[in-house]
């Protein structure tokens, strides 16, 4: 590129692609999930999934599956916390977003058995924030709004991380959003080692947290991976296989991943 006798096509994206970009490519979770997967169903909001198929997950107990108005959540009762948190974005929500005010009442979800949720009590004093999966940032309605803070749509994490790097990953995916020509389907959540440290009453602390991006308009799909610390730094994303095989999560219907 910088001989202007070359006339050979380069991107800006194929060059970042091949910078040696630190942390996120190389980290791996601490346990590779092996075993059979399972179908999640989530009949009565098929609408915040690419194609309106559901993913396939490592199968668990304790496993609940819940439709709020803006979001979907695979609830695990063993963790206390999301598997994964599914929404369908698109500029006019984002929009529509901008207008409502945060109102920061963080609630136990009660549709979760008490032995199978997290308490408002199990964060006090742990030195870990309630990180939400689906953003209150993201949320275009009151409704949508208030129920941002269920909980359900939380898991426990790094005070710096969710507001340093974390947040300018949920930031530049709205960025995207606002300028994406249709949907935008997004799906976070946690990922455990062998022996998760745990707050409170057993409220598993991930070791890895993860955001899934697929734009249904062009086909195009990227996770972001960051560990769980302060140390964390926003780098390059992942692809979506090499996700799939950190996770044995399949986020996308194989028709279009």
């Known amino acids: 590129m910088l001989n202007p006798q070359w006339r050979i096509p380069v991107s800006v994206e194929d060059v970042l692609a091949?910078?040696?970009?630190?942390?996120?490519?190389?980290?791996?979770?601490?346990?590779?999930?092996?075993?059979?997967?399972?179908?999640?169903k989530f009949a009565a909001c098929p609408q915040f999934f690419p194609g309106g198929q559901p993913p396939a997950v490592p199968a668990?107990?304790?496993?609940?599956?819940?439709?709020?108005?803006?979001?979907?959540?695979?609830h695990d009762g063993q963790t206390k916390t999301p598997v994964f948190v599914a929404e369908r974005l698109n500029r006019k929500m984002l929009i529509q977003a901008q207008g409502l005010q945060r109102t920061d009442k963080f609630y136990a979800e009660a549709r979760v058995p008490r032995?199978?949720?997290?308490?408002?009590?199990?964060?006090?004093?742990?030195?870990?924030?309630?990180?939400?999966?689906a953003p209150a940032a993201d949320m275009s309605t009151r409704e949508a709004m208030?129920?941002?803070?269920s909980?359900?749509?939380?898991?426990?994490?790094?005070?710096?991380?969710?507001?340093?790097?974390?947040?300018r990953i949920e930031q530049d995916t709205r960025k995207y959003v606002l300028r994406a020509a249709g949907d935008v389907y997004v799906l976070t959540g946690p990922v455990y080692g062998n022996q998760p440290?745990?707050?409170?009453?057993?409220?598993?602390?991930?070791?890895?947290?993860?955001?899934?991006?697929?734009?249904?308009?062009?086909?195009?799909?990227?996770?972001?991976?960051q560990a769980n610390n302060g140390s964390a730094r926003a780098g390059?994303?992942?692809?979506?296989?090499?996700?799939?095989?950190?996770?044995?999560?399949?986020?996308?219907?194989?028709n279009i991943d």
């Open 151 to 167: 909980l359900a749509n939380m898991v426990p994490q790094d005070q710096a991380q969710n507001a340093g790097p974390w947040s």
């Open 115 to 133: 032995a199978e949720r997290a308490e408002l009590d199990d964060y006090q004093g742990s030195g870990f924030s309630r990180g939400h999966m």
């Open 197 to 225: 440290q745990t707050i409170g009453f057993g409220v598993a602390v991930p070791d890895y947290i993860y955001k899934v991006v697929y734009d249904a308009t062009t086909r195009r799909s990227w996770v972001h991976w």
């Open 60 to 74: 668990g107990q304790q496993r609940r599956e819940m439709c709020f108005s803006a979001f979907a959540v695979l």
């Open 18 to 40: 091949r910078l040696p970009w630190p942390s996120q490519e190389h980290a791996a979770p601490v346990a590779v999930p092996t075993g059979p997967t399972i179908q999640t």
């Open 146 to 149: 208030a129920q941002s803070f």
């Open 236 to 254: 390059a994303p992942i692809s979506y296989d090499e996700f799939a095989k950190r996770t044995g999560i399949r986020m996308l219907p194989g």
